[in-house]
């Protein structure tokens, strides 16, 4: 993955490209892995950094959803299970088994959610990780010591995956590129080329870093924008009416203490009838989240005091020692790309399923659906593009598609600090092109503890500026951004 190489193919390219892609988040790279493994031209343009917007920012579980089960939405949670199970196969560097505890407190929530997640399992079929089970309360105190005890009566235990989503991405990115797909970070599609017809025929895009402008051509350009879909679509049809109803979801991350164990807490029901995680991650408790209807989606999104206050709350009720704002290492905030359905008002309520529309003039957008289920999302995509974009038919092969291992590679083995040779890896192999591209995305220090991601950042300015021959002006205004990002990161006390 080398940005100035990827760049040089487009300018030099005279021929359209098969499948253009707006948007360098899960479902954009997805389609990417997808459309480029099938054999097809890919390009890829992202804004910022891939993995900006929210697939950096979710709560990194490849699941089948508990709580749409228990809207009784069966084909959404078997469809996610089955991709659960062949994303652990094809990138078990990074998706693992996760057990979980729903702990029981009323005396009916034994055999209610006993039976409702021995139905998770039964849907699951072959791609289940592990039979559900109910517990007595010293097997679950045994588990998770530091659950409030307070008339505890038991808990049930059941399995789901984690994973962690930023490097999962640059990991598809590197599989994408592998199977001849053109990839480049910093670059913003500005305008969408038609032709005499009025039909979308290719792009014009913006290199963040040099300032110039570039176009290309496309047999079918694909709108994979997440939360931002809007914003191209009114580019391509000015009064288009939106589709997204954008929802933010904010996460606290907590010293370890607060989790000790490997087993993570499900609450299914919170106070606002939500469901509340709290989870081992990367030797830190993360807990999470809310759906807090927002009026537009913006790159950096900051968590609100009644957020952050609610988390605190709902933790409170489960956590034997109560965490305070005192306590919090980081917080991050993702927006949801939400496809309205009708007239729902609350966004707990909008489809989790993912969404194909196709402009007059032939732009595809695709939007909604979540982490687990980007692949099916990129195949259903390529499918339309195919016919949209008369592109010879040729069958998906993402189903069994080993996602690239960067230490099979030969990239340093990963450590909680990263240290010169991660940070010149990540520089020369995955277009980490920021102080933030390395701290927040390539490694995840800026989401794991705020403090620490300050104290590192100076070190990896420097060798960022050697690896990328950056002047020491470049560094002074690397660490100027980065201290603002990472305000985004912070919470007064
Ligand atoms: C709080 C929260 C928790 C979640 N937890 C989970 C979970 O545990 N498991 C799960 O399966 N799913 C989860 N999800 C859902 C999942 O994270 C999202 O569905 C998924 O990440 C959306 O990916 P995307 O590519 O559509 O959008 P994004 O990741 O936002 O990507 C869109 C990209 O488009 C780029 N872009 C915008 N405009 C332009 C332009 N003009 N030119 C170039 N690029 C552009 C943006 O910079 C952005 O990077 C969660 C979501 C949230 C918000």
């Known amino acids: 993955m080398k940005r100035d190489a990827f760049l040089q193919r487009i300018v030099e390219r005279r021929e359209p490209w098969d499948i253009a892609v707006i948007g360098g988040g899960a479902t954009g790279v997805g389609i990417a892995v997808d459309a480029a493994s099938r054999g097809y031209s890919v390009v890829l343009l992202e804004q910022s950094d891939f993995g900006k917007g929210t697939s950096s920012r979710s709560t990194k579980l490849v699941h089948g959803g508990v709580r749409y089960l228990q809207q009784g939405n069966i084909s959404l949670v078997m469809e996610a299970l089955k991709e659960r199970g062949m994303l652990l196969k094809n990138a078990p560097h990074l998706v693992h088994d996760l057990q979980f505890i729903v702990p029981n407190y009323a005396w009916w929530e034994a055999p209610f959610y006993g039976i409702g997640l021995k139905v998770y399992d039964l849907l699951a079929g072959k791609y289940g990780f592990g039979p559900s089970e109910i517990l007595s309360r010293d097997e679950v105190l045994a588990h998770i010591p530091t659950l409030s005890q307070d008339g505890l009566r038991g808990g049930v235990k059941y399995h789901d995956g984690q994973f962690d989503d930023a490097r999962l991405l640059i990991d598809l990115a590197g599989t994408a590129a592998d199977h001849g797909a053109c990839l480049v970070n910093y670059a913003r599609a500005a305008a969408l080329e038609k032709d005499r017809d009025g039909f979308v025929c290719g792009l014009t895009f913006r290199d963040e870093e040099s300032g110039t402008s570039h176009a290309l051509g496309a047999r079918c350009v694909i709108n994979a924008t997440g939360p931002f879909c809007d914003e191209l679509r009114r580019v391509d049809e000015p009064e288009v009416t939106p589709m997204i109803a954008p929802s933010q979801g904010v996460h606290l991350v907590l010293p370890r203490e607060f989790l ?106 695709i939007a909604g659906g979540k982490w687990t289920t980007y692949r099916k999302m990129a195949e259903d995509a390529v499918d339309h593009a195919i016919v949209l974009g008369h592109l010879d038919e040729r069958p998906c092969v993402t189903r069994e598609l080993r996602i690239r291992d960067p230490h099979c590679l030969g990239a340093p083995a990963p450590c909680p600090e990263p240290r010169d040779e991660h940070v010149a890896w990540h520089a020369r192999h995955e277009m980490a092109r920021t102080v933030e591209d390395v701290l927040a995305r390539r490694t995840r220090v800026l989401f794991l503890d705020v403090q620490a991601a300050l104290a590192l950042a100076p070190a990896v300015a420097r060798i960022l500026a050697r690896e990328l021959g950056r002047a020491a002006a470049w560094q002074q205004t690397q660490l100027a951004s980065f201290a603002e990002t990472a305000a985004h990161f912070r919470i007064a006390r």
Not at 296 to 301: I, K, M, S
Not at 308 to 337: H, K, Q, W
Not at 342 to 364: F, P, Q, V, W, Y
């Open 260 to 365: 000790p164990g490997d087993t993570a807490i499900m609450v299914p029901h919170t106070r606002d009838g939500r469901v509340m995680f709290a989870i081992p991650w990367h030797g830190h408790a993360l807990i999470g989240t809310t759906d807090t209807p927002i009026p537009a989606a913006v790159l950096e999104p900051s968590p609100q005091a009644q957020e952050i206050d609610f988390i605190l709350e709902t933790a409170s009720d489960y956590l034997a020692r109560r965490p305070t704002r005192a306590d919090i290492l980081s917080v991050f905030t993702g927006i949801r790309p939400l496809v309205k359905t009708g007239e729902a008002s609350n966004t707990a309520t909008l489809s989790r399923d993912h969404t194909i529309h196709i402009s007059s003039s032939g732009l595809l957008t």
